[in-house]
């Protein structure tokens, strides 16, 4: 059922695209003619419209895909390509709590926010007035800006933004679960993002040039991160008619590098106490002798002592544990 203010995607069965708010009172104009939108509400999902010429439109509920494909843009957006990696990647989900530096149009914002559901929260931050009010604009076109607190902020100056309240999950981004970075320098912020992130937090970056990704992986030796990715996704598109497959002439290549990381939380240098191990008791025991006993653990040493290779007498050959044996 159709409600005034539901996002609604049009189709032609030439692949003319329209994607609009459902107002019964509203009117589009297109190349094919103009369509009366009071249609929609008739037709619902999967229907079928038509112009005053005659011309047929699918009424379509769009995807996240569409979502992003129809943000407005002054800026290089992130492709759907890569999107959808960094969702899996950081393992974005209803519920989560994410931080984004770099809004920019709003791509990405678009997909975060539609994912992480009415349960989870987006903490946007941008430094540059027009694409602060670009994103603002696109995400309540996508009717998602209820999810996302924005701020107008450089986060060289950390992520406490003026207007945040302490402690409050709807404006304060400390302990997030995952963040991601689209900044040009994204190296000069590594100790701001260490301290907004929860111990253990996946947090991601994007970059168009590998001179930045060897900058990057430099400041990321020195910081509390581990687990470090690097790689680049490319899409490769085929004609589809089966009596002639083959890709297309064009496709687009390099959009950006992504690298991810997971924030170190405690070290793996220390010092890490040993359970107490207990000794597991038998189906058969008496009461009287029911109780486990308590065995003190092992200390660990400082060095583990070389295996002994040597061949046992009278036994075959030796096997070595090493997987690259033949």
């Known amino acids: 059922m159709l409600t005034p203010g539901d996002l609604i995607l049009l189709v032609s069965p030439k692949g003319k695209q329209y994607l609009r708010k459902y107002d019964p009172q509203a009117k589009l104009h297109t190349q094919d003619g103009v369509i009366d939108l009071a249609q929609v509400a008739q037709a619902g999902y999967g229907g079928v419209i038509a112009s005053h010429m005659g011309s047929l439109y699918r009424v379509l509920r ?7 494909k ?3 843009r002054s800026t290089q957006i992130m492709y759907p390509k890569e999107i959808g990696y960094v969702i899996l990647k950081l393992g974005i989900g209803p519920g989560t709590r994410v931080v984004e530096a770099g809004s920019g149009s709003g791509g990405l914002t678009t997909a975060l926010a539609y994912h992480v559901g009415d349960t989870g929260r ?4 941008e430094r540059r007035q027009e694409f602060y009010e670009l ?3 696109n995400l ?3 009717g998602l800006v209820h999810r996302v607190a924005r701020y107008h902020h450089d986060i060289l100056q950390g992520f406490a933004p003026q207007g945040m309240v302490p402690g409050d999950p709807a404006s304060d981004p400390s302990g997030a679960d995952a963040l991601f970075l689209d900044v040009r320098t994204p190296w000069d912020h590594l100790e701001q993002t260490a301290a907004v992130v929860c111990p253990g937090a996946p947090v991601g970056f994007l970059l168009p ?18 687990d470090v990715e690097v790689l680049e996704i490319l899409v490769r598109r085929y004609k589809p008619v089966a009596d002639r497959l083959r890709p297309e002439d064009r496709m687009v290549a390099h959009t950006g590098f992504l690298v991810f990381a997971r924030h170190a939380g405690t070290p793996f240098t220390g010092s890490i106490p040993v359970l107490e191990r207990v ?3 038998p189906e058969h025991a008496d009461d009287a002798t029911a109780a486990p006993e308590a065995v003190e653990a092992s200390p660990v040493p400082d060095t583990v002592p070389a295996a002994d290779t040597s061949e046992p007498a009278g036994s075959g050959p030796f096997v070595s544990d090493n997987k690259d044996v033949s």
Do not use: C
């Not at 769009?62 to 992003?68: N, V």
């Not at 987006?122 to 931050?125: I, R």
């Not at 040039?209 to 581990?226: H, K, M, V, W, Y």
């Open 140 to 142: 309540e076109a996508a």
């Open 209 to 226: 040039t590998t001179n930045q990704i060897s900058d990057l992986l430099r400041g990321l030796e020195t910081a509390p991160f581990e």
């Open 279 to 281: 000794r597991p008791v």
């Open 122 to 125: 987006v903490y946007t931050f």
């Open 135 to 137: 994103s603002g604009k």
């Open 62 to 68: 769009p995807s996240t895909y569409q979502l992003i």
């Open 70 to 72: 129809g943000v407005k």
